[in-house]
Each structure stands twice: as structure tokens, then as C-alpha cells.
């Protein structure tokens, strides 16, 4: 834990937090806090700052903050698309997702995603949330990102992501750069990347299932705008797919802002 | 299994090989074959090609391979200094090595170590080459990464590295790239790219713990030519910062080849 995550949940009152779950737990047992000490503090979808420890107990611990006042601040924006993994796979994803920065993370039905899947108590808000906030803790980020469950592919990638795409879009600016990482293409990231005049201000990733996404499947995300490239010379598990497409987006983005 | 390993103890003769163990299992609950279907394989340290399956039963699979003759090359060399992790992280560490060409992995000491994790079956070779062999078949490479283990930090930075390294370098070419991630640096990988002229036939990454390495570390490790640079604007888990920086690797070589 980088950050200690607080929630409005949390608060006692003005700048005086208690928590008194794994949270309290890993301030005692694991950072051995004790009173006047300071952490690294951020409130969910807000600022982040210091806070020092009031008290501890086995009950809970008691921070007031500091100055919660830096904002956190990812541009450009990236969405994730995800074929919906099985769940022990899913959990590193959403980790992973939370802790590079992904804004937004679409889990969606593909030819090779077991239906089984979507029946996982993991796609509910509180155990989902749960794996988020932890890697909002570890990527020291505080921006939740929003997920959604999309049990048709079709009208997903038709119907849903134009529209969540041009509620993003700003005229001023160039459009969304659309991304789908496929072993068998040839141009790289970069490549793709120098495809677009600037910075774009949304970069939308589709990361495929176990087995790949089906020719069906790439003919209509190309036709859809999507740009294929290589990852590397290997293939990658989902989530270490994830990661590595996202380590690639952060240096490509260090260079052009 | 994207790629069914083979080894010299599962020859029986010529061109014809036997597994019994999860490999079979795999082959026949998952991929499903029967006689007469084909498979990708690899002869660990060795090359390529493909494989017909001769018969399969509760007992093993027998298949014989084809054209076993494509070489897998990887270059750069990339090798791997790994601060020891405990043992959930390093089975990851070690997969992801595997699957992303890592050559030699350096698992080493360091003052944010746990003396305890030097205790782990996992470093029994037995234990972690499957771990090894696992990563090469999702990856779809055949080289065994060395693994070596150095219980005394500056020991392996001062003598054992150095002379490592020597034993790669070649005259008629550039120097090895020895990099440093570090969240405090304000350097990105491209920029230590573009500071080496052409690319270089080796690359040292060093990982640190959990916590990160401590000043001593980092102050040693930059006397001896470790260059600092910045993954991204995030803090990584250890396994996830061993594939960040890899794929961005990645990123950089395919454009210098």
C-alpha cells in the first residue's frame, strides 16, 4: 500500500478520517504507524496529500489530513477494452488497469469468452471496487475507474463505444486513437502513433481473450477505425498484455506532451 | 500452452517424442487433439517447427515432430537483475522473464530483502525451471533463461556482474545499456536509448524490491554506469515493473533493427 485510499465513508468529520478494515490492519501491522507518524493519503476521485496518524487501535486507526490538495491529473485519457477474462485473470486486470491509470474499462462478450464468466461475483460494484481501490493504492493514483459489462459484442463495438467515445471527443482537439494490439500485425505502437498529428486525448485499447480475438471479430474493430499492431515478439498472457501495452502507451505519451 | 515444450527426456527415437505429464493432460482436455492433429512446438533450447499427434491415452501423448528447424533468435540480450522477491511475486517474475525473451535473471540481496525468501523451494532448480519452461510456452520461445542467485549485493554488482558482462561483450561493437528504473528520475527509457549509439548488444535491467532499493543501492549501482530512468507516472508492483520496462524495450528494439 503507496496510499492510504480514503472515501467519503470514511470521514469523522472535516479532516479527521477513521478507517477499521485491512486498511487499519496494514497501517499497524505492516507500516507500524504509530501516533504523529505520516503517510501518503488520497481520496478517492480527488486530491491527494498527508495525513498523520491521531491513534491506533485493534479496532481502527484515526488520521487527519494535511493538505489533501494535489490533484491527480491523467492525460491523455485511456479506455480499456477487455474480452472478458476468467475471473483469476480478470482480478490482475482490474489491478493493473487501476494502477496505470486506465479511465475506463469495458469487459465485453468475444467468440472465445466462456459465458460462464459473466456469472462471476467478481463483476459486482463491491468486489470489483475492492481490486480497483487496491491498485489505485499501489499506483498511487485516486480516479476510480468506471467499469461496464457488455454481454454483446456487436452492438458494444456498433452502438456503445461510438457514443462513449464522442461524449469524450472535443472539437478543438484531434480524435480518439483506437488500438488493437494483434501478433500477426506489423507496424508497432510507434508506428501507429506517428499516424496521428499530436497528442490524442483519448486512446482507446482492446485487448482480446485467451486465444485471440476471431477474424470476425478484428474485420469489424478494423473497420471500426481500430489500428493493429505488434506488442512484441512474444505472446502475452491478457494481463501482461495489458500492462504491456500500457508501459508502451506511458513512453510514447512522455514524448509527446 | 501456446507452444507444447519438448526436451531430450521425452525423445524416444528420431523425430518421435512421449510426455506424460500436465503437457499430455493439456493436450488432451484443453487443445483436445487427436491422431493426426497438428501442434506448435519447440525443443527447449533449440528450434521451432510443428508436430503430428500419434496417439494419445490416459497414459501420455506420443507425437512426432515435422520440421523441427526454425531457429529463435532474440536480439538484444536482455538480461535481468531481480531483487529477490518473495516467493508469489518471483513465480511471477519468473514467468513473465521466460515469456519475454529475458536471457540471464539475476536474483540478488539487497537491503530491503527478506533473509527468508533465500529459504524458498522455489529457487530449487527443479521448482522454478517449470515455472521457466511455463513462461517459454506461453511465449513461444525455447531458450531457458539462466537463473543464478547472489546473496551478497555488492559482491554481485562489483565482481560478479562486471565479469558477466565482460564475457558478452564483443569488441567490434557498442557496450551493454545497464538500466535503472526509479520513480524519482526524470529520464524516460527513449531518453537513455538515444544517449547509446545504435543498439546495444546487451541490456542490464535491475528491479528492486518492494520498497525500492535504498540510496547505498542506487548510488552503487550508478557509480558502476546503471542509468536511472522513469517507467511512468505510476508505482508498479515488482512483477508488473519487470513487464512494463521489458515491453518497453520491446518498443525501442523493433525500431533500431
Redo the contacts between chains.
Keep these: 500500500m ?1 496510499l492510504l485510499i480514503l472515501t467519503a465513508d470514511d470521514r469523522l468529520e472535516k479532516d479527521r478520517y477513521r478507517v477499521a478494515d485491512h486498511r487499519a490492519k496494514h497501517i499497524r501491522s505492516v507500516l507500524k504507524l504509530a501516533p504523529g507518524d505520516r503517510l501518503e493519503v488520497g481520496l478517492l476521485n480527488g486530491p491527494l496529500g498527508t495525513a498523520v496518524v491521531e491513534s491506533t487501535s485493534p479496532d481502527g486507526v484515526t488520521i487527519h489530513t494535511e493538505n489533501l490538495t494535489t490533484p491527480v491529473e ?1 492525460f491523455p485519457v485511456i479506455d480499456l477494452i477487455c474480452a472478458l477474462p476468467r475471473p483469476q485473470t480478470l482480478k490482475k486486470v482490474l489491478s ?1 488497469s487501476a ?3 486506465v479511465r475506463r474499462i469495458f469487459l465485453v462478450r468475444a467468440n472465445r469468452v466462456e459465458k460462464s464468466y459473466f456469472q462471476s461475483p467478481l463483476l459486482h460494484p463491491a468486489n470489483y471496487q475492492r481490486r480497483l481501490i487496491d491498485g489505485l493504492s ?4 485516486t480516479r476510480l475507474p468506471d467499469l461496464s459489462i457488455h454481454d454483446r459484442f456487436r452492438t458494444f463495438f456498433e452502438d456503445t463505444l461510438p457514443a462513449a467515445v464522442a461524449a469524450e471527443e472535443q472539437s478543438d482537439r484531434v480524435g480518439p486513437i483506437m488500438l488493437l494490439p494483434d501478433q500477426a500485425a506489423s507496424a ?3 508506428d501507429c502513433w506517428k499516424s496521428v498529428a499530436g497528442s490524442p486525448p483519448l486512446i482507446v485499447v482492446a485487448i482480446g481473450p485467451e486465444g485471440g480475438w476471431v477474424p470476425f471479430e478484428i474485420e469489424l474493430m478494423e473497420r471500426l477505425g481500430f489500428q493493429r499492431f ?8 491478457v494481463e ?1 498484455a495489458v ?6 502507451l ?2 510514447l505519451c ?2 509527446d506532451s
Tied chains: 1, 2.
Design positions: 503507496n491523467l493493473i494502477m496505470m491509470g499501489q499506483g498511487k493514483l508497432t505502437l510507434t505488434k506488442l512484441g515478439r512474444f505472446v502475452l498472457r501482461t500492462t504491456a501495452v500500457l508501459a508502451q506511458e513512453l512522455a514524448h
